[in-house]
């Protein structure tokens, strides 16, 4: 007699241990990582936040230093019989070279920290000195530097309702901002070894 068409059965008529009795494939479907109970809390997210704005500022330190100074030297004059303000002076040559500096490197630090070594490691500096991490919800995993680009320019959601997308994880379960919920990510409490 021929068992063409069905699958294979054992002597004793039990499954196969591999076959799942709802015909999936074992491990499809189901996520790798189970749902993380240690979110971050506000104040953390809000402290990582400060450490990583205040290293940006640092950044742009040549920045502001050439603006004072393309300020300074532009030297305005108001004329006493026609009343119109003219500048006598001619931007700095460093001025305008600390003001290309700092934006260079102030938009490198960022793209740096918020989305490569974030991205990579679920850390940003801000969020390794408070011992949170990004991660993707569904893996545990970090988000990759493409989702973390993704999910910096939706922080834009955050903002809409008055800024209230920040204040979301003050009372939402999972803590999360709309950012978060949208790019399906949340940040854990998780210090780095």
Same mark, same amino acid.
Request: a neutral charge; proline letters at 8%; aromatic letters at 8%.
């Given at each position: 007699?021929?068992?063409?068409?069905?699958?294979?059965?054992?002597p004793?008529?039990?499954?196969?241990?591999?076959?799942d009795?709802?015909?999936?494939?074992?491990?499809?479907?189901?996520?790798?990582?189970?749902?993380?109970?240690?979110?971050?809390?506000? =104040?953390?997210?809000? /402290?990582a936040?400060? *450490?990583?704005? #205040? @290293? &940006?500022? $640092?950044?742009?330190?040549?920045?502001? %230093?050439?603006?004072?100074m393309?300020?300074?030297?532009?030297d305005?004059?108001?004329?006493?019989?026609t009343?119109?303000?003219?500048?006598? =002076?001619?931007?700095s /040559?460093?001025?305008? *070279?600390?003001? #290309? @500096? &700092?934006l $260079?490197?102030?938009?490198?630090?960022? %793209?740096?920290?918020?989305?490569?070594?974030?991205?990579?490691?679920?850390?940003?500096?801000?969020?390794?000195?408070?011992?949170?991490k990004?991660?993707?919800?569904?893996?545990?995993?970090? *988000?990759?530097?493409? @989702?973390?680009?993704?999910?910096?320019?939706?922080?834009?959601?955050?903002?809409?309702?008055?800024g209230?997308?920040?204040?979301?994880?003050?009372?939402?379960?999972?803590?999360?901002?709309?950012?978060d919920?949208?790019?399906?990510?949340?940040?854990?409490?998780?210090?780095?070894?």
């Amino acid at each position: 007699m021929s068992n063409y068409g069905n699958p294979p059965q054992d002597p004793y008529g039990q499954q196969p241990a591999s076959a799942d009795p709802y015909g999936q494939q074992p491990g499809l479907g189901q996520p790798a990582y189970g749902t993380p109970s240690n979110y971050a809390s506000w =104040g953390k997210r809000v /402290g990582a936040l400060l *450490v990583d704005g #205040l @290293l &940006g500022a $640092l950044a742009a330190l040549p920045l502001i %230093i050439g603006y004072v100074m393309l300020i300074v030297s532009l030297d305005p004059v108001t004329d006493p019989e026609t009343g119109v303000v003219t500048t006598n =002076g001619d931007p700095s /040559g460093l001025a305008v *070279v600390l003001i #290309l @500096l &700092g934006l $260079l490197v102030s938009v490198s630090f960022a %793209i740096w920290n918020l989305l490569i070594k974030q991205g990579r490691t679920g850390y940003s500096i801000g969020k390794g000195l408070l011992g949170i991490k990004l991660i993707r919800e569904e893996t545990g995993q970090p *988000v990759g530097v493409g @989702l973390a680009f993704v999910r910096a320019i939706a922080h834009f959601l955050d903002s809409l309702p008055c800024g209230i997308g920040y204040l979301w994880p003050l009372w939402d379960a999972k803590r999360q901002t709309f950012a978060d919920k949208v790019m399906g990510t949340v940040v854990i409490d998780q210090p780095k070894s």
